[in-house]
Nanobody, 131 residues
Framework: QVQLVESGGGLVQAGDSLRLSCAASGRTFSSYHMGWFRQAPGKEREFVSAISGSTGSTYYKDSVHDRFTIHRDNAKNTVYLQMNSLKPEDSAVYYC????????????????????????WGQGIQVTVSS
């Protein structure tokens, strides 16, 4: 079992920045693929960003790729999402997720944006951006 604990959300104004953190349990964190998703009221959960285990390859939703940065610190079992130039449309509950690669194997680079690929999820944390 992998437990994920998120922190760093809150209420900010448009143009401000936030850094979300996700701390994971376990001793094999470096092998996990990690993702961030978000869900706004009345919307489906959508992919935001991901970072692979081992290689550290990064992926982004098109609308955030020039504003958000994902990175990981394997020594701390933590993945981060740095969010700059926040917009009201970024408001959502943000979820951290971990994939053990059981479904994708070497094909994860084609599946990182799929909710069903991930095995464990955090509780979600609110990000609200006012205009």
């Amino acid at each position: 079992q992998v437990q994920l604990v998120e922190s760093g959300g809150g209420l900010v104004q448009a143009g401000d920045s936030l850094r979300l953190s996700c701390a994971a349990s376990g001793r094999t964190f470096s092998s996990y693929h990690m993702g961030w998703f978000r869900q706004a009221p009345g919307k489906e959960r959508e992919f935001v960003s991901a970072i692979s285990g081992s290689t550290g390859s990064t992926y982004y939703k098109d609308s955030v790729h020039d504003r958000f940065t994902i990175h990981r610190d394997n020594a701390k079992n933590t993945v981060y999402l740095q969010m700059n130039s926040l917009k009201p449309e970024d408001s959502a509950v943000y979820y951290c997720a971990a994939s053990l690669g059981r479904r994708s194997g070497n094909d994860w680079h084609h599946r990182y944006m799929r909710v069903a690929e991930y095995d464990y999820w955090g509780q979600g944390i609110q990000v609200t951006v006012s205009s």
